[in-house]
Protein backbone atom coordinates (compact mmCIF):
# COMPACT_ATOMS: atom_id res chain seq x y z
CA UNK A 1 0.00 0.00 0.00
CA UNK A 2 1.46 3.38 -0.87
CA UNK A 3 1.29 5.65 1.79
CA UNK A 4 0.46 6.20 5.56
CA UNK A 5 -2.64 4.53 6.94
CA UNK A 6 -4.97 6.43 9.51
CA UNK A 7 -5.67 3.89 12.02
CA UNK A 8 -9.28 5.31 13.28
CA UNK A 9 -9.59 4.01 17.59
CA UNK A 10 -12.07 4.49 20.00
CA UNK A 11 -9.15 4.70 22.31
CA UNK A 12 -5.64 4.50 22.91
CA UNK A 13 -4.16 2.62 25.09
CA UNK A 14 -6.88 0.78 26.67
CA UNK A 15 -5.25 -2.15 28.52
CA UNK A 16 -8.33 -4.10 28.11
CA UNK A 17 -7.20 -3.75 24.13
CA UNK A 18 -4.18 -5.40 23.74
CA UNK A 19 -4.98 -7.08 20.80
CA UNK A 20 -5.30 -3.69 19.01
CA UNK A 21 -1.66 -2.84 19.77
CA UNK A 22 0.03 -5.88 19.48
CA UNK A 23 -1.42 -6.00 15.85
CA UNK A 24 -0.22 -2.36 15.19
CA UNK A 25 2.96 -3.58 16.27
CA UNK A 26 3.29 -6.37 14.00
CA UNK A 27 2.28 -4.50 11.38
CA UNK A 28 4.83 -1.39 11.58
CA UNK A 29 7.32 -4.75 11.91
CA UNK A 30 6.01 -5.51 8.33
CA UNK A 31 6.96 -2.04 7.09
CA UNK A 32 3.15 -0.43 7.23
CA UNK A 33 3.22 3.34 8.42
CA UNK A 34 0.71 3.83 10.58
CA UNK A 35 -0.97 6.81 12.06
CA UNK A 36 -3.32 6.78 14.93
CA UNK A 37 -6.13 8.78 15.54
CA UNK A 38 -8.55 8.13 18.41
CA UNK A 39 -11.82 9.59 19.70
CA UNK A 40 -11.23 9.18 22.99
CA UNK A 41 -8.42 10.33 25.90
CA UNK A 42 -6.57 6.90 28.01
CA UNK A 43 -8.54 6.39 30.86
CA UNK A 44 -6.33 3.72 32.15
CA UNK A 45 -3.40 4.66 34.75
CA UNK A 46 -0.96 2.25 33.08
CA UNK A 47 0.03 0.80 29.86
CA UNK A 48 1.28 -2.45 28.76
CA UNK A 49 4.93 -2.82 27.32
CA UNK A 50 3.80 -2.90 23.34
CA UNK A 51 2.46 0.34 23.64
CA UNK A 52 6.06 1.54 24.52
CA UNK A 53 7.49 0.18 21.37
CA UNK A 54 4.38 1.16 18.85
CA UNK A 55 5.99 4.01 16.52
CA UNK A 56 2.86 5.45 15.30
CA UNK A 57 2.07 8.93 16.84
CA UNK A 58 -1.29 9.37 17.86
CA UNK A 59 -4.01 12.37 18.00
CA UNK A 60 -6.66 12.82 20.03
CA UNK A 61 -10.00 14.03 18.15
CA UNK A 62 -12.51 16.03 20.07
CA UNK A 63 -13.71 13.55 23.04
CA UNK A 64 -16.64 15.79 23.24
CA UNK A 65 -17.62 18.38 20.27
CA UNK A 66 -18.49 21.01 22.78
CA UNK A 67 -15.38 21.03 24.73
CA UNK A 68 -13.34 22.47 21.51
CA UNK A 69 -16.30 24.38 19.58
CA UNK A 70 -13.10 25.92 17.62
CA UNK A 71 -11.54 23.09 16.53
CA UNK A 72 -14.64 21.70 14.83
CA UNK A 73 -15.77 25.25 13.44
CA UNK A 74 -12.39 25.16 11.87
CA UNK A 75 -12.48 21.68 10.21
CA UNK A 76 -16.14 22.55 9.20
CA UNK A 77 -15.43 25.76 7.36
CA UNK A 78 -12.48 23.98 5.79
CA UNK A 79 -13.88 21.01 4.88
CA UNK A 80 -17.49 22.26 3.74
CA UNK A 81 -15.54 23.43 0.73
CA UNK A 82 -14.18 20.09 -0.24
CA UNK A 83 -15.20 18.02 -3.13
CA UNK A 84 -16.59 15.39 -1.00
CA UNK A 85 -18.34 17.04 1.01
CA UNK A 86 -22.20 17.42 -0.55
CA UNK A 87 -21.70 13.13 -0.53
CA UNK A 88 -20.47 13.11 3.29
CA UNK A 89 -23.14 15.43 4.36
CA UNK A 90 -25.98 13.56 3.08
CA UNK A 91 -24.23 10.13 3.61
CA UNK A 92 -24.76 11.24 7.62
CA UNK A 93 -28.25 12.75 7.35
CA UNK A 94 -29.84 9.63 6.16
CA UNK A 95 -27.81 7.84 9.07
CA UNK A 96 -28.87 10.73 11.38
CA UNK A 97 -32.42 10.01 10.37
CA UNK A 98 -32.33 6.39 11.75
CA UNK A 99 -30.16 7.35 14.70
CA UNK A 100 -31.35 10.67 16.21
CA UNK A 101 -28.69 11.02 18.90
CA UNK A 102 -25.67 12.95 20.19
CA UNK A 103 -23.47 10.48 19.19
CA UNK A 104 -24.38 10.37 15.50
CA UNK A 105 -24.24 14.26 15.44
CA UNK A 106 -20.60 13.86 17.26
CA UNK A 107 -19.43 11.56 14.63
CA UNK A 108 -19.60 13.89 12.37
CA UNK A 109 -18.24 16.30 13.81
CA UNK A 110 -15.42 14.46 15.04
CA UNK A 111 -15.07 13.49 10.88
CA UNK A 112 -14.89 16.81 9.89
CA UNK A 113 -11.61 17.21 12.83
CA UNK A 114 -9.87 14.17 11.21
CA UNK A 115 -10.66 14.88 7.06
CA UNK A 116 -8.76 18.42 8.37
CA UNK A 117 -6.05 17.43 10.42
CA UNK A 118 -5.08 14.29 8.20
CA UNK A 119 -1.41 13.95 7.59
CA UNK A 120 -1.10 14.51 4.18
CA UNK A 121 0.56 11.50 2.97
CA UNK A 122 -2.17 9.04 4.25
CA UNK A 123 -4.17 7.57 1.47
CA UNK A 124 -6.07 5.00 3.51
CA UNK A 125 -8.20 4.85 6.59
CA UNK A 126 -9.04 1.65 8.66
CA UNK A 127 -11.14 1.93 11.98
CA UNK A 128 -10.93 -0.76 14.63
CA UNK A 129 -14.78 -1.60 15.24
CA UNK A 130 -17.71 -1.45 12.93
CA UNK A 131 -19.62 1.06 15.38
CA UNK A 132 -18.40 4.37 16.00
CA UNK A 133 -15.09 4.38 14.79
CA UNK A 134 -16.28 3.08 11.26
CA UNK A 135 -18.66 6.21 11.26
CA UNK A 136 -16.11 8.50 12.16
CA UNK A 137 -13.68 7.06 9.31
CA UNK A 138 -16.61 6.36 6.94
CA UNK A 139 -17.61 10.24 6.80
CA UNK A 140 -13.80 11.34 6.77
CA UNK A 141 -13.10 9.07 3.83
CA UNK A 142 -15.81 10.57 2.10
CA UNK A 143 -14.43 14.15 2.63
CA UNK A 144 -11.47 13.35 1.68
CA UNK A 145 -11.90 11.14 -1.29
CA UNK A 146 -9.94 8.10 0.13
CA UNK A 147 -10.57 4.09 0.70
CA UNK A 148 -11.44 3.04 4.02
CA UNK A 149 -11.57 -0.58 5.70
CA UNK A 150 -12.41 -1.70 9.22
CA UNK A 151 -11.68 -4.82 11.96
CA UNK A 152 -14.94 -6.19 13.46
CA UNK A 153 -14.75 -7.58 17.02
CA UNK A 154 -17.48 -7.97 19.08
CA UNK A 155 -19.84 -5.45 20.91
CA UNK A 156 -19.36 -3.30 17.52
CA UNK A 157 -20.90 -6.02 15.49
CA UNK A 158 -24.07 -7.41 17.97
CA UNK A 159 -24.90 -3.75 19.03
CA UNK A 160 -25.06 -2.19 15.68
CA UNK A 161 -27.85 -2.46 13.15
CA UNK A 162 -28.35 -4.88 10.65
CA UNK A 163 -28.96 -1.57 7.82
CA UNK A 164 -25.72 0.16 9.40
CA UNK A 165 -23.65 -2.89 9.18
CA UNK A 166 -24.39 -3.74 5.45
CA UNK A 167 -24.27 -0.01 4.13
CA UNK A 168 -21.04 0.28 6.23
CA UNK A 169 -19.69 -3.18 4.73
CA UNK A 170 -21.01 -2.08 1.37
CA UNK A 171 -19.07 1.24 1.17
CA UNK A 172 -15.76 0.02 2.74
CA UNK A 173 -12.69 -1.34 0.26
CA UNK A 174 -12.30 -4.88 2.77
CA UNK A 175 -12.97 -5.84 6.29
CA UNK A 176 -11.37 -8.33 8.56
CA UNK A 177 -12.87 -9.87 11.42
CA UNK A 178 -11.75 -12.18 14.00
CA UNK A 179 -13.66 -15.01 14.35
CA UNK A 180 -15.75 -17.96 11.92
CA UNK A 181 -18.50 -17.21 13.75
CA UNK A 182 -18.63 -13.20 13.02
CA UNK A 183 -17.25 -14.18 9.21
CA UNK A 184 -20.22 -16.13 8.67
CA UNK A 185 -23.26 -13.13 10.50
CA UNK A 186 -21.13 -10.63 8.05
CA UNK A 187 -20.81 -11.96 5.29
CA UNK A 188 -24.21 -12.50 4.88
CA UNK A 189 -24.72 -8.41 5.20
CA UNK A 190 -22.07 -7.41 2.82
CA UNK A 191 -20.58 -8.17 -0.92
CA UNK A 192 -19.62 -11.29 -1.87
CA UNK A 193 -15.80 -11.31 -0.87
CA UNK A 194 -15.61 -8.22 0.87
CA UNK A 195 -15.50 -9.81 4.78
CA UNK A 196 -12.49 -11.86 5.59
CA UNK A 197 -11.10 -14.26 8.61
CA UNK A 198 -8.18 -12.89 10.71
CA UNK A 199 -7.76 -14.47 14.05
CA UNK A 200 -6.11 -11.96 16.54
CA UNK A 201 -3.66 -14.58 17.53
CA UNK A 202 -1.17 -14.01 20.50
CA UNK A 203 2.48 -12.45 20.28
CA UNK A 204 4.09 -15.87 22.13
CA UNK A 205 7.15 -14.17 22.97
CA UNK A 206 5.05 -11.43 25.53
CA UNK A 207 3.49 -14.92 27.35
CA UNK A 208 6.60 -17.36 27.03
CA UNK A 209 5.69 -20.87 29.04
CA UNK A 210 5.89 -20.84 32.50
CA UNK A 211 9.85 -21.18 33.24
CA UNK A 212 9.14 -22.69 37.00
CA UNK A 213 7.57 -25.73 35.10
CA UNK A 214 4.18 -28.11 35.96
CA UNK A 215 2.23 -26.04 38.55
CA UNK A 216 2.19 -27.28 42.43
CA UNK A 217 -0.88 -30.40 41.97
CA UNK A 218 -3.44 -28.65 44.56
CA UNK A 219 -6.28 -30.76 44.75
CA UNK A 220 -8.72 -28.10 47.47
CA UNK A 221 -7.94 -30.51 50.06
CA UNK A 222 -5.46 -28.08 51.99
CA UNK A 223 -6.57 -24.87 53.15
CA UNK A 224 -3.64 -23.31 53.57
CA UNK A 225 -2.88 -23.90 49.92
CA UNK A 226 -6.24 -23.85 48.68
CA UNK A 227 -6.51 -23.51 44.71
CA UNK A 228 -6.15 -20.76 42.06
CA UNK A 229 -9.52 -19.91 40.12
CA UNK A 230 -8.64 -16.70 37.87
CA UNK A 231 -11.11 -14.86 35.43
CA UNK A 232 -10.06 -12.00 33.68
CA UNK A 233 -12.10 -9.43 31.70
CA UNK A 234 -14.25 -6.21 32.00
CA UNK A 235 -16.86 -5.75 35.17
CA UNK A 236 -19.70 -6.13 32.30
CA UNK A 237 -22.84 -7.82 31.48
CA UNK A 238 -21.63 -9.78 28.98
CA UNK A 239 -18.70 -11.38 30.78
CA UNK A 240 -20.77 -13.29 33.34
CA UNK A 241 -18.85 -12.73 36.26
CA UNK A 242 -22.12 -12.72 38.73
CA UNK A 243 -22.64 -16.29 37.08
CA UNK A 244 -19.15 -17.18 37.92
CA UNK A 245 -19.23 -16.11 41.75
CA UNK A 246 -22.86 -17.99 42.07
CA UNK A 247 -21.09 -21.54 40.26
CA UNK A 248 -18.03 -21.07 43.08
CA UNK A 249 -20.50 -20.50 45.96
CA UNK A 250 -22.27 -24.01 45.58
CA UNK A 251 -18.92 -25.44 45.99
CA UNK A 252 -18.61 -28.00 48.68
CA UNK A 253 -17.82 -26.28 51.85
CA UNK A 254 -14.25 -28.94 52.20
CA UNK A 255 -13.06 -27.90 48.82
CA UNK A 256 -10.35 -25.40 49.40
CA UNK A 257 -10.24 -22.60 46.86
CA UNK A 258 -9.97 -18.96 46.19
CA UNK A 259 -10.92 -16.79 43.51
CA UNK A 260 -9.33 -13.98 41.69
CA UNK A 261 -10.55 -11.31 39.03
CA UNK A 262 -8.53 -8.73 36.94
CA UNK A 263 -10.39 -6.40 34.94
CA UNK A 264 -11.82 -3.14 35.06
CA UNK A 265 -15.43 -2.05 34.15
CA UNK A 266 -18.51 -0.23 35.68
CA UNK A 267 -19.86 -3.90 37.60
CA UNK A 268 -16.88 -4.08 39.86
CA UNK A 269 -18.92 -2.76 42.68
CA UNK A 270 -21.99 -5.32 42.66
CA UNK A 271 -19.79 -8.40 41.86
CA UNK A 272 -17.94 -7.23 45.16
CA UNK A 273 -21.33 -7.03 46.97
CA UNK A 274 -22.29 -10.53 45.41
CA UNK A 275 -19.48 -12.20 46.82
CA UNK A 276 -20.52 -10.66 50.61
CA UNK A 277 -23.81 -12.12 50.14
CA UNK A 278 -22.89 -15.19 48.60
CA UNK A 279 -20.74 -15.61 51.34
CA UNK A 280 -17.58 -15.82 49.69
CA UNK A 281 -15.82 -12.66 49.91
CA UNK A 282 -13.16 -13.82 52.00
CA UNK A 283 -12.09 -16.24 49.19
CA UNK A 284 -12.27 -13.71 46.40
CA UNK A 285 -9.82 -10.92 45.11
CA UNK A 286 -10.60 -8.08 43.10
CA UNK A 287 -7.43 -6.31 41.34
CA UNK A 288 -8.90 -3.67 38.55
CA UNK A 289 -7.07 -3.64 35.13
CA UNK A 290 -3.63 -4.17 35.26
CA UNK A 291 -0.21 -4.32 33.37
CA UNK A 292 0.64 -6.81 30.87
CA UNK A 293 3.53 -7.91 33.33
CA UNK A 294 1.06 -8.79 36.44
CA UNK A 295 -1.62 -10.10 33.82
CA UNK A 296 0.97 -12.76 32.66
CA UNK A 297 1.96 -13.03 36.74
CA UNK A 298 -1.74 -13.72 37.58
CA UNK A 299 -2.07 -16.71 34.82
CA UNK A 300 1.35 -18.15 36.13
CA UNK A 301 -0.24 -18.31 39.90
CA UNK A 302 -3.81 -19.36 39.05
CA UNK A 303 -4.68 -23.19 38.73
CA UNK A 304 -7.64 -23.04 36.51
CA UNK A 305 -9.24 -20.36 34.33
CA UNK A 306 -12.75 -19.64 34.28
CA UNK A 307 -15.02 -16.90 31.58
CA UNK A 308 -18.62 -17.38 31.92
CA UNK A 309 -19.79 -15.40 28.85
CA UNK A 310 -23.09 -15.02 27.67
CA UNK A 311 -25.11 -12.87 25.71
CA UNK A 312 -26.16 -9.03 27.10
CA UNK A 313 -29.54 -7.51 26.89
CA UNK A 314 -28.54 -5.55 24.23
CA UNK A 315 -27.45 -8.38 22.19
CA UNK A 316 -23.25 -7.43 23.10
CA UNK A 317 -21.98 -11.15 23.45
CA UNK A 318 -18.12 -12.09 23.10
CA UNK A 319 -16.51 -12.65 20.29
CA UNK A 320 -13.06 -15.37 21.05
CA UNK A 321 -11.78 -13.20 24.14
CA UNK A 322 -8.28 -13.13 23.73
CA UNK A 323 -8.15 -13.72 27.55
CA UNK A 324 -8.50 -17.89 26.82
CA UNK A 325 -5.58 -17.61 24.33
CA UNK A 326 -3.25 -16.21 26.73
CA UNK A 327 -4.51 -18.21 29.90
CA UNK A 328 -4.33 -21.59 27.10
CA UNK A 329 -0.58 -20.47 26.31
CA UNK A 330 0.18 -20.81 30.03
CA UNK A 331 -0.92 -24.24 30.40
CA UNK A 332 -4.26 -23.59 32.59
CA UNK A 333 -7.40 -25.54 31.81
CA UNK A 334 -10.35 -22.99 31.11
CA UNK A 335 -13.60 -23.26 32.11
CA UNK A 336 -15.57 -21.11 29.68
CA UNK A 337 -19.18 -20.91 27.73
CA UNK A 338 -20.35 -22.58 24.00
CA UNK A 339 -21.48 -19.14 22.91
CA UNK A 340 -20.58 -17.29 20.30
CA UNK A 341 -16.79 -17.99 18.47
CA UNK A 342 -15.68 -20.07 22.06
CA UNK A 343 -15.74 -23.58 20.52
CA UNK A 344 -13.62 -22.57 17.65
CA UNK A 345 -10.52 -22.57 20.62
CA UNK A 346 -12.38 -24.65 22.69
CA UNK A 347 -12.96 -28.42 22.39
CA UNK A 348 -14.82 -29.82 25.01
CA UNK A 349 -12.80 -32.47 27.46
CA UNK A 350 -9.95 -32.03 24.68
CA UNK A 351 -8.60 -28.55 25.88
CA UNK A 352 -11.09 -27.19 28.07
CA UNK A 353 -14.90 -27.85 29.43
CA UNK A 354 -17.90 -25.81 28.06
CA UNK A 355 -20.95 -24.93 29.73
CA UNK A 356 -24.38 -23.46 28.61
CA UNK A 357 -24.28 -19.99 29.40
CA UNK A 358 -25.91 -19.38 32.64
CA UNK A 359 -25.94 -22.67 33.26
CA UNK A 360 -25.00 -21.81 36.91
CA UNK A 361 -24.83 -25.87 38.31
CA UNK A 362 -23.07 -27.31 34.96
CA UNK A 363 -20.02 -24.64 35.87
CA UNK A 364 -19.88 -25.68 39.15
CA UNK A 365 -19.52 -29.45 38.57
CA UNK A 366 -17.07 -28.91 36.32
CA UNK A 367 -15.02 -26.42 38.68
CA UNK A 368 -15.54 -29.39 41.90
CA UNK A 369 -14.14 -31.65 38.97
CA UNK A 370 -11.29 -30.12 38.02
CA UNK A 371 -10.29 -28.46 41.20
CA UNK A 372 -9.87 -32.08 42.64
CA UNK A 373 -8.56 -33.58 39.42
CA UNK A 374 -4.61 -32.13 39.36
CA UNK A 375 -3.49 -34.45 36.45
CA UNK A 376 -6.96 -33.38 34.16
CA UNK A 377 -6.16 -29.66 34.65
CA UNK A 378 -2.46 -30.15 33.88
CA UNK A 379 -4.10 -32.55 30.20
CA UNK A 380 -6.07 -30.23 29.47
CA UNK A 381 -3.87 -26.93 29.40
CA UNK A 382 -1.07 -28.86 28.07
CA UNK A 383 -3.43 -29.81 25.06
CA UNK A 384 -4.66 -25.96 25.23
CA UNK A 385 -1.10 -24.96 25.21
CA UNK A 386 0.11 -27.04 22.05
CA UNK A 387 -3.46 -25.88 19.85
CA UNK A 388 -2.30 -21.82 20.70
CA UNK A 389 0.91 -22.49 19.42
CA UNK A 390 -0.41 -24.15 16.30
CA UNK A 391 -2.86 -22.31 15.13
CA UNK A 392 -3.40 -19.01 17.28
CA UNK A 393 0.15 -17.28 17.41
CA UNK A 394 0.28 -13.69 16.00
CA UNK A 395 2.36 -14.16 13.09
CA UNK A 396 0.88 -16.46 11.00
CA UNK A 397 -2.36 -14.98 12.33
CA UNK A 398 -1.81 -11.82 11.00
CA UNK A 399 -1.07 -12.47 7.30
CA UNK A 400 -4.99 -12.37 5.99
CA UNK A 401 -4.73 -8.40 7.23
CA UNK A 402 -0.97 -7.76 5.87
CA UNK A 403 -1.69 -9.10 2.48
CA UNK A 404 -4.79 -6.53 2.74
CA UNK A 405 -2.26 -3.79 3.39
CA UNK A 406 0.35 -5.03 0.65
CA UNK A 407 3.23 -5.73 3.48
CA UNK A 408 4.89 -8.81 3.87
CA UNK A 409 6.82 -10.37 6.08
CA UNK A 410 8.58 -8.58 9.40
CA UNK A 411 11.39 -6.81 8.63
CA UNK A 412 14.72 -8.79 10.48
CA UNK A 413 16.02 -6.87 13.55
Not at 188 to 212: I, K, M, N, Q, T
Not at 288 to 303: I, K, M, N, S, W
Request: net charge positive; aromatic share 6%.
Amino acid sequence: MNGAVAFVLKGYPRLSETFIAQEIRALEKRGLDIRLYSLRYPTDGERHPVHGEIMAPVAYLPEYLHREPGRVARAWRAQRRAPGYPAARACWLRDLRRDRTRNRIRRFGQALVLADELAPDITHLHAHFLHTPASVARYAALLRGLEWSCSAHAKDIWTSESWEKSEKLADCAWAVTCTRANLDHLSALAPEGRVHLSYHGLDLARFPPPAAGPRPARDGGDANDPAVVLSIGRAVEKKGHDDLLAALARLPGNLHWRFEHVGGGPLQGRLKNQAERLGIANRCSFHGALAQAAVLEAYRRADLFALMSRQATDGDRDGLPNVLIEAQSQCLAVVATDISAIPELIAPQTNGVLVAPGDIGGAAAAFERLIADAALRHRLGAAGQRLVHEKFALDPCIETLAARFGVGAPALA
